[in-house]
């Protein structure tokens, strides 16, 4: 398992491998590790849709009263 | 003490407060009120226990400026009968104005009237329509290029700066920092003039817009902490895990400008693992929208390495600022959807995503098989097609071994009469001989003998030796 999972990328790689099974010639041992990744990153995004909440930080608050 | 050494002496503390102000940049009533400094002017304290008896001289105050109001009354002369005991040089004194007019900053509105440029700089008048009044202006051109402005007689602006009188001219002029356009009518005009120059620059071009990825985390969000479009963008973000940094900016008025393109340099150089800045404001008129118009901030857009989406005003709303925009959202909403829609949408995409996998995979068996049995029929169609043909030859070979072994004999026996006719031994008994010289070389032929040497002759039974005595036929 990575150290930092990220979504975006493990959407990529699944449709990379989604692309990779329209392929003429196809060899079933990689088809089968292919498929094993496919359905650990499917799970791994639904565990990640989870996490919800959202974070909020203020980072500069512009009320400057001595320019007013 | 007199009234007229008392009103000095005001005069003088004002002076000194002035400056304070003007250095630690607030306005001069909130260093100390007019009222405070004219008792002091007045009691003329000569410490610090008689100046916090002043009313208005809090703790805070007395240790702020109470040195510094002590060592002004301490140094304050007062007049005898002749007053003009301090004469100033005429640079002197206009220094001693500017401390006084310089904090006096303002807004103001008016018409511009007589114009005249110089390279860097432009001095304008700025009068009201119905009366007859007057305010010499001065600006610098980077300032009217920043907020898009063309100075043409005639039009209306508000403008906020502060008066200082010019020590080489003698002339009091309102120095404008920031100014904007009032008026529908010029605002259009000045906007239609910088679209067509931003244009032109190729700040609008498609190629050069940077793509946004589709699953973002982290958002700056520039924008103005009252107002709607903060929470109806945060309402519409939905709770997708998203981390949003919030920079508070004015999004109206001259200091919009100067806010917004500070957040925007803020998040490129501070916080530079944000993906995407949304820049975001409610509906609004032309007017204050006029930030979002101006060649500063679009160009702090264009310059952004991290890609910026908007959503400024109403839908019919476009300002320059999202003609710039790496994407353009139209609203506060708009700009929530574009950043939460891949994120509510993942769910589906993972459903599809599933089952074309194990559909994928399903038929990539079902080849698999297909492949294993066509490769057996093969294999064994091949096998028949031998077996078939060896058992036809092994057959064949039964049926005419008869006539194959004849034919062999006949073969034999031809070779048998073939080799007894070459066999020299049957040469021998029909009384031929073999004649060998010393090397065991069978002579044929005379000339290779002399007189004298031996030969041995070979017989059908035994053999002899010989020797040459004459020699014929050489």
Known sequence: MESKFDFSDAIKELEEISLWFQNEEIDLDEGLAKFKRGAALIKKCREHLKEVENQFTEVKKEIDIEKK | MNINNSQRLFTTLRIVRNKIASQSRVKPFMILHNKVLKEIAEKKPSSLEELSKIKGMGQKRISQYGSILLETISNFTPSSTHPQEKIFTVSEYVDCLNQILVPQRALIKGEVGK????????????????????????????????????????????????????????????????????????????????????????????????????????????????????????????????????????????HAVDDIVSAIHYFNESLSDVQVIVLTRGGGSLESLQAFNSESIAKAIFASRIPI???????????????????????????????????????????????????????????????????????????????????????????????????????????????NLIDPQLRLKQGYSIVFNRTGKVVKNVSQLKIGELLSLKFHQGEALSKVEKINGK
Do not use: M
């Open chain 2, 309 to 419: 989406i908007t959503g400024i005003g109403h839908e019919n709303d476009e300002t320059i600022a999202d003609l710039v925009a790496d994407v353009n959202a139209s609203t506060p909403t708009g700009a929530a959807r574009v950043l939460s829609d891949p994120w509510r949408n993942a769910d589906t995409l993972l459903n599809q995503l599933q089952n074309d996998l194990r559909k994928s995979f399903l038929t990539l068996l079902e080849i698999t098989k297909d492949k294993i049995t066509s490769v057996e029929n093969l294999f064994t169609s091949i096998f028949k097609r031998y077996s078939q043909k060896l058992e036809l030859i092994i057959s064949q070979l039964l049926q005419n071994s008869s006539g194959w072994f004849k034919f062999l004999q006949t073969k034999l026996d031809q070779g048998e009469k073939v080799l």
């Open chain 2, 115 to 254: 114009i005249s440029g110089r390279d860097r700089y432009v001095f304008f008048s700025l009068r009201d329509k119905d009366e007859d009044a007057v305010l010499n202006c001065f600006v610098w051109k980077n300032v009217l290029d920043n907020f898009g402005i063309t100075l043409k007689e005639g039009i209306e602006l508000k403008v906020e700066g502060f008066p200082k009188i010019f020590k080489s001219r003698g002339n009091l002029n309102f120095e404008v920092e920031r100014l904007g356009l009032l008026g529908e009518g010029s605002l259009k005009q000045a906007l239609e003039a910088l679209k067509k120059k931003l244009a032109a620059a190729g700040f609008f071009n498609p190629e050069r817009k940077k793509s946004i990825e589709k699953y973002i985390k982290k958002i700056g969000l520039v924008t103005s902490s009252f107002g709607d479009a903060k929470n109806d963008f945060l309402t519409h973000l939905g709770r997708f895990g998203f981390d949003v940094s919030f920079y508070d900016v004015r999004v109206e008025g001259l």
